[in-house]
């Protein structure tokens, strides 16, 4: 039988109108007013805005990374995803040291069924020693993972050199593979982290120091050169400066087909956190670091004009006491943190609250293009054949973000006490209810491993 959400404003990527949503069979059947087919479930959704459930294409869960493992499963991570309006993710594959390409995505598939409760789809990283084997990137179209992560950082570990970058970029180029790039100048990181350590400089602001602004924009540079020689789109994932977005700029202004990612933490963390006592300036060590204000303040400004595509998390959160292991020297303070269940809020307060901007603009950069991007056809949008991944949010619900309350595996959150106006509070997943009132109504497991079609490269 069918449902109805009636009453709402309805936000899509194109506009907002207040209409009714018909759902039947899990997918958007119609938008329009005042529908009056039968249903056996009625929503009222009277001064709620209507929007789709939130796409986040940049997760780490359950990810082995410096010594130990991220702390969301794949359980407790799309549940907080779930709770905070996101309704797909798509998780990045990360090979260890004796994997092949198929070993990998079987064990992410592991980790990943009968435990997540919204829709997941995987990228796979192409790390040492797997960027050998070119031709398995077949074998991931097959099973529909239609973009690969290749690093220009962390050296000794998952960095590629240019010639294996390079190698990468024309084999997916062939292949229309989408090539997310991890832009910072590894080597030149290891060189400066070796410096300060040997300086007795242990502390985790220079894991900042460490990796300036400049590099961040120079291997952004160099990747967009390199990926022009090799005809390869680029998708450049968490940018955090001024200088990697004056390259985003030039690139987009020559029209080559260069896509930007930023995260939450990127506009509304500043580098001062790194100065917070006993050693809690650990909690915000993440790749690349955070930067001073007027960085935050270009990157937001930026999403005005048009520069940034997507905003993901690159959630990847470690307890304080995981980054104890880096107490006497950063560079081993495992690099990440949580952000999966608050963005969307964040986002909205930020962007819609705080700025103006239009609403279709907030669900354009938080839902319909990442889906675009990554091909997932059915995600992303309010409009008839979509599935019905829909976020019912009160608009002007002033709460507080407290790690207390939320439902990320892990004992912080860096964005503690922040303020905000407007949460989801009803979140459907291919029109069954898996968030009401602050409470889990789904099992785990019933969400679905989603094979990616090609990028739209638009
Ligand atoms: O610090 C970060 N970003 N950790 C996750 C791995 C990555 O680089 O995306
Ligand atoms: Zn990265
Ligand atoms: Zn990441």
Known sequence: MAMIIKNGFVVSSKETKQADILVKNGKIASVEENITEPASEIIDAANMLVMPGGVDVHTHLDMPFMGTVSGDDFETGTIAAAFGGT?????????GKWDNLKRAVNKWHKKASGKAVIDYGFHAAIVPPVHKAVKELDYLLETG?????????????????DAAFFNLLEEAAKRKILVCVHAENGEVIDYLAKKYLKEGKTEPVYHAYSRPP???????ARAITLAGIAGAPVYFVHLSSKQAIQEIKQAKKSKKKVFAETCPQYMLLSENKYFEKRFKGAKYVMSPPLRKLKHCDYIKKSLTDGLIDVIATDHCPFTFRQKQKGLKNF???PNGIPGIETRMPLMYNEMVVKMGMDLSRFVELNCTKPAKLFGLKEKGDIKPGKDADIAIWNPDLIWKIKKKKLHENVDYTPFEECVVTGKPITVLSRGEIIIENDELKAKPGRGLYIKREKSSFS
């Open 87 to 95: 309704t797909s993710i798509v998780d990045y594959v990360i090979p």
């Open 145 to 161: 993972i239609t973009s690969i992560k290749c690093f220009l950082a962390y050296k000794n570990t998952l960095m590629l050199d």
């Open 214 to 220: 400049e590099l961040e924009g120079e291997a952004v």
């Open 331 to 333: 560079s081993l303070i």
